[in-house]
């Protein structure tokens, strides 16, 4: 029988990180885990499913209410909030956010899923703390991007670059990292960057510039789930092995957008 | 005769913002104009079109450098950076980076090209600071959002909502004001929010939550250059009026992303 604690402990060791968002959001830590779901972010759906498989305790990467820091007081007159918070009270589902432990591993538990999802270990050159380096077999950006659409099983994929390019060396930026201070530095070791999200000011501008003069460079934006989901499923099967006896879920959310 | 002074006393006038990012990025405010070119970045590619179109002057909503506040500084040594200023110095091009005073306007010069170009401007109801609430004749979300695609000649449209949903009253955020700080409490007296871009797991989480809520709320979004391409032209049509004798072109940045 494990308690959250026990869930904590694992995750959270005493020695860990001091400033972080991660932590319960809701629920005690003396309750008994019952079953675990494990998700990239606990929508409403994400939550309502949860307990529907079982589980009373949601691992969520990102923030609950709409906000890295926030814990929802700054919303917590908003409906939608309110609705959520009562929600989650009213089906006793406890929810740990856990974005900064798994971003900490060595290397990024984040950046290893996606590289494992995409089955690209072997071509993995290096670990930095936010990025890896691989070297792949050279394709063009347009087969990279079809393959990553494909294998991530995703509606649309957002690129800057000429899709003829041949792209050898790439970095992996998970989530927000797409942004120009840790982008456009890599980019000078890298042909492509494959990265979640970022402002369309910064890297994509760079890469469009880089392409006029010439120089062979590219950004993938997968979004930021898909490129950090793979990462919470790598989580549960790492809770699968340190609780056997528990029942782990993956929920992956739905697609975010539309597109026309 | 006009020179680059008698430009910026027009827009940049001495009792105006002390802190901004406006201001000539390259060239000397006592050079004579004999063409002004206004584009939303001035990329590379705008940057060559401005100069075979005559311009001397090239006014830039975004930094030319893939930063906002930076002016390249920070990246001196990176060859993209140094190619580009390089190719200003050759050109003998001046630069304006032309953000903060536009913004400021009252109502907000881009949110207002925004809403003139869809020719919307009888439906606004409110212009706050950084929005303006439309109440338009109720269509449906997908409805809104490809007339917003032809309308803006983009190539994809991201929204999150409820394809049928009816959307009446409207909140138009420009550029990066997609985010949940500006757009979650907007969205309290809106449907929907057409918005440039923002952080996905901030408003569109919002909006998917509350969709599941069964609330009416939706957001897309635009590009943050086509919500602020607009703003960019009706600056330039400004701009004609002050200086008739002055050739003042707009240059449309190609679209930055491929969708597959």
């Known amino acids: 029988m494990y308690r959250i604690q026990d869930i ?20 005690r830590p003396d309750e008994e885990v019952r079953g675990i779901a494990v998700t990239f972010m606990a929508t409403q759906a994400a939550i309502e499913q949860a307990v529907s498989l079982g589980a009373n305790l949601l691992i969520s990467h990102e923030g609950v209410f709409y906000s890295h820091r926030s814990d929802g007081n700054t919303l917590k007159e908003d409906p939608v909030v309110w ?11 406890a929810v740990l956010r856990y974005h900064d432990g798994i971003h900490r591993e060595t290397p990024d538990g984040i950046t290893s899923g996606l590289i494992e999802e995409l089955g690209w270990q072997d071509a993995v050159c290096e670990y930095q703390p936010a990025s890896a380096v ?3 077999q050279a394709a063009t950006l347009g087969e990279v991007a079809r393959l990553l659409k494909v294998k991530l099983n995703l509606p649309y994929v957002r690129f800057t670059g000429d899709p003829l390019m041949l792209c050898r060396k790439v970095g992996v930026l ?15 070791e890298v042909d492509l960057i494959i990265a979640g999200e970022g402002p369309e000011w910064e ?12 120089k062979s460079k590219a950004i993938i934006f997968l979004g930021h789930g898909p490129s950090e989901t793979p990462g919470m499923k790598r989580l549960a099967r790492v809770l699968r ?20």
Chains 1, 2 share one sequence.
């Open 8 to 27: 904590l402990d694992r995750l959270m060791p005493a020695e860990s990180i001091e400033q972080t968002v991660d932590g319960l959001v809701i629920g």
């Open 83 to 93: 609705h959520k918070k009562h929600r989650l009270e009213e089906l006793g589902l």
């Open 134 to 136: 691989l070297e792949l």
């Open 174 to 188: 998970v989530g927000y990292r797409g942004g120009g201070e840790l982008a456009i530095p890599l980019l000078r």
């Open 203 to 214: 890297t994509p501008e760079y890469v469009r510039d880089a392409v006029y003069q010439g």
């Open 241 to 260: 092995v340190a609780f056997p006896s528990l029942l782990v879920h993956v929920i992956e959310n739905e697609p975010l957008f539309h597109w026309i």
